[in-house]
C-alpha cells in the first residue's frame, strides 16, 4: 500500500497529515551555535514545512543571514533572512523582502531530521534574540485500521 492511504472497513482513502506550529525565541547564542527548534523525526515520519516567520529583538550585526535548515550533516536551507532585513522587531515570513527560499521550503524533508535555526557568515551580534516560527505538516507512513473493529473501538 502506498504511503498516504489508510484502510477504513475496506475503503481506501488518504490520510490527513498532522499539522503543526513551533513558536521558539532563539537567543543571539543559539543562533550563532544552531539550535534545533523541531526535533528529529522518528517512526517513518517526515517534516513538510509549508510556511514560517521571523521577528527579531534587536537588530542582528556580523552574520551574513540567519537560516532555517534542517539538522543533517550537511543541511538543506528552508529558507534564509539577510542581516540587512533582521532589524528589531521586523517581522517576515516567506513572502518577504530579504528572504531567500531554499531546497528544503515546501518539500517533503528527509526521514529522521529535525528543522534548525543557525546563521551564515561571521558570529552574530548586538541583537538579544528572534522569535521564528515554523509551520508544518507531519508526513507518515500508511496506517491500516484493522477493519475487523468496530469504528468505535478504533
Known sequence: MPDGTVLV?????????????AFNTVTLA??????TVLPPTKGG??????????????SFAGLTTIVLQTTETVPVVIASLAQANADN????????????????FQVVLTEGVGIEVAKTGSAGTTATDILV?????????????NPALGDDQQ
Request: aromatic content about 12%.
Open 9 to 21: 472497513g475496506g475503503k481506501k482513502g488518504p490520510i490527513e497529515p498532522l499539522v503543526g506550529l
Open 30 to 35: 543559539e543562533v550563532n551555535a544552531g539550535k
Open 45 to 58: 515520519f517526515q517534516y513538510f514545512a509549508y510556511a514560517f516567520s521571523f521577528i527579531p529583538n534587536g
Open 89 to 104: 522587531n521586523n517581522y517576515t515570513d516567506q513572502n518577504a523582502v530579504g528572504i531567500t527560499l531554499g531546497a528544503g
Open 133 to 145: 516560527t515554523v509551520s508544518y505538516r507531519l508526513i507518515g507512513p500508511a496506517i491500516q485500521i
